[in-house]
C-alpha cells in the first residue's frame, strides 16, 4: 500500500524536526516535499526567526501551526500585487487557519508554543538556558517531532481537500 501525502507530510516533518530542528522551517520543508511545485526559498528561509513560539522564547503560537497557516496562505492567500482584495481571497486562507487551529486545540488544548511543551512533556523549557533539559525531556525526538508532524500532515489533508472538493465545498465545514 503506498503513503498518502498526508502521511509523507507526517513522517517527512517529524525527521526534519528530529534531524535538523526549527519548527517552522521543518513544516515549511515537509509540506514542499508534498507540494514541490510550491517550493520557495524565500518563504522557507523567512520560517527561520519563528521557531519555538517565535525567537525560542516559547511565548508565541506554536512555530509549526504558524509555518503550515504560511503555507496554506502562499496557496490561497492575497496577493501583494492586489492588496486591496476585492475578491476577498484572504478570507479562504482564514477559515483554513481557523481548521488548523480547532485541530491544534483539539489534540494540545492550546496554540502557545509553552503550553503545548507542557502537555507533551510535563513543562514548558527556556530554550536558552534550558536547552540540553529540552532535549534531553525529548523535545527533538519524541515530543515536538510529533508536533511538527501533526501540522504538516493536517495541513496536507486541508490543501489536498481543497484541491479535491473545491475551496465552497471544503469551507461550508
Not at 511545485?37 to 523567512?46: D, G, M, V
Not at 492567500?77 to 481571497?89: P, V
Request: net charge neutral.
Amino acid at each position: 500500500m503506498s503513503e498518502s501525502l498526508g502521511e509523507k507530510a507526517y513522517r517527512t516533518g517529524f525527521d526534519y524536526e528530529k534531524n535538523y530542528g526549527g519548527c517552522a522551517q521543518c513544516v515549511i520543508a515537509s509540506l514542499y516535499d508534498v507540494f514541490p511545485e510550491l517550493k520557495n526559498e524565500e518563504i522557507f528561509k523567512s520560517a527561520t526567526g519563528i521557531g519555538a513560539g517565535v525567537g525560542l522564547t516559547t511565548m508565541g503560537n506554536c512555530g509549526a501551526l504558524t509555518a503550515a497557516v504560511m503555507i496554506i496562505s502562499q496557496i490561497y492567500g492575497r496577493e501583494l500585487k492586489n492588496i486591496a482584495d476585492a475578491e476577498r481571497k484572504r478570507f479562504v486562507a482564514y477559515r483554513l487557519g481557523k481548521k488548523l487551529v480547532n485541530k491544534f486545540l483539539a489534540e494540545y488544548g492550546t496554540v502557545i508554543c509553552r503550553e503545548i511543551q507542557k502537555k507533551i512533556m510535563g513543562r514548558s523549557f527556556n530554550l536558552y538556558e534550558e536547552w540540553n533539559d529540552f532535549l534531553a525531556a525529548g523535545g527533538h525526538s519524541t515530543a515536538c517531532t510529533v508536533v511538527v508532524g501533526n501540522a504538516s500532515l493536517w495541513a496536507a489533508e486541508l490543501i489536498t481537500e481543497v484541491r479535491q472538493k473545491g475551496i465552497e465545498e471544503v469551507l461550508k465545514d
